[in-house]
């Protein structure tokens, strides 16, 4: 998933698809050590974002779908 300026809805995609990847993109990381690995604050962070963000796809699909 890109990540486009104009559909703010493509950036909850991304990060909603990094979570639900952690275990093997954490795998990779640990196997791979040259992959720059996540920190548990980044985890985080990506955590609250999607927490933020699935409010406005909440109320985007109640208003036009």
Known sequence: VLDM???WNTTFDMIHEI???????????NYKPE?????KEDWDLL???EDLLVVFIYFF?????
Do not use: G, M, Q
């Open 35 to 39: 992959f720059p690995a996540l920190s």
């Open 47 to 49: 955590d609250r974002l």
């Open 19 to 29: 979570i639900a990847s952690k275990k093997p993109l954490v795998d990779l990381c």
């Open 5 to 7: 300026k104009v559909r």
């Open 61 to 65: 699909f109640l208003k036009y779908c």
